[in-house]
Structure formats: structure tokens, C-alpha cells
């Protein structure tokens, strides 16, 4: 049994880094044709896939928030790591990471785990 879970601050300040980590086990995120997501969900809107990092290390990211995302993973710890720069009110959400065999994570079905998912309030 996968599972993962988000770890990091609940609360940021406008315009600081927000940084959050994604723990796996039951699984390596080396294996081969699994991607590794971080997805977010604002109050009250749908699921946003944020960018991903894939078995083999390749980073996508979504073309709305590529400048200010990075991705990156350290497989010694079996685990990966969300940094969104510049954070304003409007990156309040719950942050979700999740595994996939698809690269972009816009459904709930797209990814076959998920964490429980992480309040990130944005706030001074």
C-alpha cells in the first residue's frame, strides 16, 4: 500500500517561498511510468495540478504558475519537495500530493494515491 503525506507550514507571508514535502512509502518514486504530482484545491474552486516530477526525474509544470514553481525530489529519503515563490492571498489552498501514471493530475481519478492534503493560508 503507497501512501503519501504533505508536510510544511500552514501559514505563509505574501511574498515568501512556501516550501512543501511529499513522504512516500510503499513505494519508490523511482519506479518506473509513476509521476509524482502536487495538486492544490483554493476554498471553493476545483482541483489546480501544480506541476510534477516524474520516475525518472524530469520536472513538468503548469504554464499558469511555471515561474514561480519548482519541483525537485531526494530519492535517499524517497520523497519530493513543492517550492512556490512569491506567494500572495490567492495561493491560499489545500496542497495535495499524489501519484499518477499520467503526468498533469486534474481529476481525482487521475492519480491512483493521494496524501490527506495540507492547509497552506497565505496570510500577514
Known amino acids: 500500500q503507497v501512501q503519501l503525506q504533505e508536510s510544511g507550514p500552514g501559514l505563509v507571508k505574501p511574498s515568501q517561498t512556501l516550501s512543501l514535502t511529499c513522504a512516500v512509502s510503499g513505494g519508490s518514486i523511482t519506479t518506473i511510468r509513476y509521476y509524482w504530482s502536487w495538486i492544490r484545491q483554493p476554498p471553493g474552486k476545483g482541483l489546480e495540478w501544480m506541476g510534477t516530477?516524474?520516475?525518472?526525474?524530469?520536472?513538468y509544470y503548469s504554464p499558469s504558475l511555471k515561474s514561480r514553481t519548482s519541483i525537485s525530489r531526494d530519492t535517499s529519503k524517497n520523497q519530493f519537495t513543492l517550492q512556490l515563490s512569491s506567494v500572495t492571498p490567492e495561493d491560499t489552498a489545500v496542497y495535495y500530493c499524489?501519484?499518477?501514471?499520467?503526468?498533469?493530475?486534474?481529476?481525482?481519478?487521475?492519480?491512483?494515491?493521494w496524501g490527506q492534503g495540507t492547509q497552506v493560508t497565505v496570510s500577514s
Open positions: 516530477i516524474s520516475y525518472s526525474g524530469i520536472t
Open positions: 499524489a501519484r499518477a501514471r499520467v503526468v498533469a493530475v486534474t481529476t481525482r481519478t487521475s492519480g491512483d494515491y
